[in-house]
T-cell receptor, first 119, second 112 residues
Framework: GAVVSQHPSRVICKSGTSVKIECRSL??????MFWYRQFPKKSLMLMATSNEGSKATYEQGVEKDKFLINHASLTLSTLTVTSAHPEDSSFYIC???????????????FGPGTRLTVL | SQQGEEDPQALSIQEGENATMNCSYKTSINNLQWYRQNSGRGLVHLILIRSNEREKHSGRLRVTLDTSKKSSSLLITASRAADTASYFCATDQETSGSRLTFGEGTQLTVNP
């Protein structure tokens, strides 16, 4: 149980285009999902916290108009990188936290990540 | 200031040896978690230790937590080549609303 998927796993796009990344909790409901960014050989940096049915909370320094987050249901959050540029190339990872009633409340379950390359 | 600083940054050992990785943090926490990441992959949750716990075991893994020193260690016993990966600690801080703050990670290489 507690599987989180991401789609696509890898995307290459041209500069100026927008890219949407989906994060799904497959066998549990998640009121909260998190989006991270990871540069090569570096740690994960939290970008934003996504709450179902409300606006995302962005970390300091993360442009909310650049990285649009939508959490429309208890099993799906999307991250859209708008007008992508080469510096947006990175590994984007989402995680989901289960509802309290589902137990393991404090754990976050991570997706496999999406490798974005902007040419 | 950065939470979850880890040392060493890189560790190379032979199969069968034990590997110890350390993590330090700066503020009060609800719990501390250890994750593993294979190159280019997502994170795998290894173990969670709560702030009122001092030691936890899971298979070949042993985690300790010293809240007075604000530090934790992850011990992998009888290492295998398949344990080669990056290991991250992450703190769930009391004031963070359960957001995790990750350390820089330790790259473990287990040589066959």
């Amino acid at each position: 149980g507690a599987v989180v998927s991401q789609h696509p796993s890898r995307v290459i796009c041209k500069s100026g285009t927008s890219v949407k990344i989906e994060c799904r909790s497959l066998d549990f409901q998640a009121t909260t999902m998190f989006w991270y960014r990871q540069f090569p050989k570096k740690s994960l940096m939290l970008m934003a916290t996504s709450n179902e049915g409300s606006k995302a909370t962005y970390e300091q320094g993360v442009e909310k108009d650049k990285f649009l987050i939508n959490h429309a249901s208890l099993t799906l959050s999307t991250l859209t990188v708008t007008s992508a540029h080469p510096e947006d190339s990175s590994f984007y990872i989402c995680s989901a936290r289960a509802l309290p009633a589902q137990g393991r409340y404090n754990e976050q379950f991570f997706g496999p990540g999406t490798r974005l390359t902007v040419l | 200031s950065q939470q979850g600083e880890e040392d060493p940054q890189a560790l190379s050992i032979q199969e069968g040896e034990n590997a110890t990785m350390n993590c330090s943090y700066k503020t009060s926490i609800n719990n501390l978690q250890w994750y593993r990441q294979n190159s280019g992959r997502g994170l795998v949750h290894l173990i969670l230790i709560r702030s009122n716990e001092r030691e936890k075991h899971s298979g070949r893994l042993r985690v300790t937590l010293d809240t007075s020193k604000k530090s934790s260690s992850l011990l992998i016993t009888a290492s295998r080549a398949a344990d080669t990966a990056s290991y991250f600690c992450a703190t769930d801080q009391e004031t963070s609303g359960s957001r995790l703050t990750f350390g820089e990670g330790t790259q473990l290489t287990v040589n066959p």
